[in-house]
């Protein structure tokens, strides 16, 4: 008799391919868990990769539709935001942006009142 362990991720039947910064990423995803970054033959990585620009763009192709387009995952930049100085640290978010756009807060464009 043999025992084992059946693990389910739920993630989707595909694996993606993904580039960022020069580098292809292969992962699995899962809306409950997110990515799952495998190697080319498909084996779960060990160490699973914690680079901020990775995940960002993960992040944002999930949420942007999960758009592939020639077996590349294909995502949009979201613009940076545009906001007005108050003073120190303070900034006020200005009207007539769209709402549910993925804003980019760690860019953001000063506009003079």
């Known amino acids: 008799m043999t025992t084992g362990v ?5 993630t989707d039947d595909v694996t993606y391919r993904i580039v960022v910064e020069g580098r ?3 992962f699995d995803y ?5 990515p799952l970054f ?6 779960d990585l060990k160490n699973q990769p914690k680079h901020v620009s990775l995940l960002r763009a993960v992040t ?4 942007q539709g999960k758009r592939v387009d020639a077996g590349q995952c294909v995502w949009d ?5 545009r906001v007005e100085h108050l003073g120190g ?4 978010l200005l009207p007539g942006q769209e709402p549910g756009v993925d804003y980019d807060f760690s860019r953001h464009v000063v506009v003079e009142p």
């Open 38 to 43: 495998v190697s080319a033959r498909g084996r």
């Open 6 to 10: 059946m693990i389910c991720s739920f």
């Open 77 to 81: 930049e979201p613009p940076p935001l």
């Open 89 to 92: 640290k303070h900034y006020k």
């Open 60 to 63: 944002l192709w999930a949420r």
């Open 24 to 26: 292809e990423w292969r």
């Open 30 to 34: 899962g809306a409950m868990f997110g």
